[in-house]
């Protein structure tokens, strides 16, 4: 079998052999203050055991729910933001089929996201297909509180309640929470929604591989147990043992970390296929949150390549040279489409007929590379054999154990978001949440003309 790899050969010249060698070092200190569970935020590293704890029960049960559901939805709403429905998204992406609603008979249940912003518009939209469907409801929250989530199910639920009355709706929802703190825990017991639980020892942006992540991707119609195949696999590498060349995770947390140390702070994640662009943003979330503290931390950016080289592919290749990237390579695509020949070749492309578009798209990606390294760009290259379940759970282990170390060795807390709060407090201020009334006194005359 196949494993995903982490390719630095385009970083010579921009890391030497000395530099490398020399992180081991670190490594050796860091890796095990993770698995002995010594480093900051310790009591979050549920994630870690994440296949190997899960049990059969579990995934029977959360593989008898995606049924129920899948039987009575043409489109289940998962709700959810940040780390609550990041992780789902970002493998259902990978596996579906690009214009899926379109297709005869359409692929169902067709998954949609709500509770990930606020926009009103977004939600009446949603609401116009929503009452001419059979649909449910995946609501996602850890803390059962948070804003975005908490509003997005007021609505829907009121409109599930309309369409199949209370009763009929409790059937169509099921509530994925903390084990008993919450309002949507509380919500939940009240009204009968089965229930799954977020580990207590799982924060969001980590819990792909719980039911948070597993039921949703469930629901898609993806096998879950190829992607905890997947991962126990990575897990494996990535707990045995800190040496770079063994434990692809370790490599990618040390490279990254050379490159920061030499004023790289930006961080681009390449994708060459449509179906990686929500892997980047999952990618981005779990980093941006995990290592932006202190005023410090490898900013996290994506892009899809060829389309935004005609963007920005020029900043890249010529602006601030404070860029790294990072390419999602895939070896095998799903499918195969030949060039055909024409007979009048009016647009000069039959040096091209008979070969597949993939062929020419490896072409474009090999020949950026090229181009952004002697732009002073270093790049590497994650190998993935294929975007198949199995290999999308090895990448998801191998990014969140990458970004645990990565974490530790720029020595923050990889598993808290403190940052977060602020705009929270402004928000709740101005829209006289009570208990804040003070804030919003202050806020108040502080927006005043
Ligand atoms: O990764 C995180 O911890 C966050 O992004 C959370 O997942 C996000 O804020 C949603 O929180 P909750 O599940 O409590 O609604």
Not at 127 to 155: C, H, N, Q
Not at 378 to 389: K, L, S, V
Request: proline share 5%.
């Amino acid at each position: 079998m196949k494993h995903i790899e982490l390719d630095i050969r385009h970083l010579e010249g921009f890391i030497t052999k000395n530099e490398y060698n020399a992180f081991q070092k670190e490594l050796n200190v860091i890796h095990p203050m993770l698995m002995n569970r010594r480093g900051k935020g310790s009591d979050f590293l549920g994630w870690l055991d994440l296949p190997s704890g899960i049990s059969d029960n579990e995934i029977d049960a959360i593989e008898n729910a995606a049924a129920e559901l899948r039987a009575i939805s043409q489109i289940v709403v998962v709700v959810g933001i940040g780390g609550s429905y990041l992780g789902a998204r970002a493998v259902i992406e990978t596996q579906k089929h690009a214009f899926s609603p379109w297709l005869s008979p359409a692929a169902s249940p067709e998954i949609v996201y709500a509770g990930h912003q606020l926009s009103q518009d977004y939600m009446a939209d949603l609401l116009d297909v929503l009452e001419k469907s059979a649909w449910s409801v995946i609501v996602i929250s850890k803390s059962g509180t948070t804003t975005e989530p908490a509003l997005a199910f007021r609505i829907l639920k009121n409109q599930l309640e309309k369409q199949y009355g209370k009763q009929g709706a409790a059937k169509r929802i099921v509530a994925i929470t903390d084990e008993k703190r919450g309002a949507l825990k509380q919500l939940a017991t009240q009204e009968g929604y089965p229930t799954f639980v977020v580990p207590d020892d799982v924060g969001g942006r980590y819990s792909v591989l719980s039911p948070v992540g597993l039921l949703p991707i469930a629901v898609a119609g993806i096998p879950v147990r190829e992607i905890l195949k997947g991962a126990a696999e990575m897990e494996n590498r990535v707990k045995t043992t800190p040496d770079m060349e063994q434990n692809p995770a370790a490599k990618y947390a040390a490279v990254r970390n050379i490159l920061y140390r030499k004023g790289k702070a930006v961080e681009f994640m390449v994708n060459y296929l449509p179906a990686l662009y929500y892997i980047t943003e999952w990618w981005k979330q779990l980093y941006g949150e995990s290592e932006g503290k202190q005023n410090r931390g490898i900013l996290p950016h994506g892009v899809s390549f060829t389309t935004d080289l005609h963007s920005m592919g020029q900043y890249i290749q010529d602006g601030l040279r404070v860029i790294f990237e990072t390419t999602l390579s895939v070896e095998k695509t799903k499918r195969e489409i030949l060039i055909p020949e024409d007979d009048a070749n009016l647009d000069g492309l039959n040096y091209l007929a008979g070969k597949d578009l993939q062929y020419v798209n490896k072409m474009a990606g090999l020949g950026t590379t090229l181009a952004h390294v002697d732009g002073s760009v270093p790049n590497m290259h994650i190998h993935i054999p294929e975007i198949t379940p199995y290999y999308m759970g090895q990448l998801i282990y191998f990014f969140e154990a990458a970004c645990a170390l990565s974490g530790y060795i720029l020595d923050v807390n990889p598993f808290d978001q403190p940052g977060v709060e602020a705009y929270k407090r402004n928000m709740f201020a101005l829209l006289g949440k009570p208990g804040f009334e003070e804030e919003t006194r202050k806020i108040q005359e502080r927006i005043k003309e």
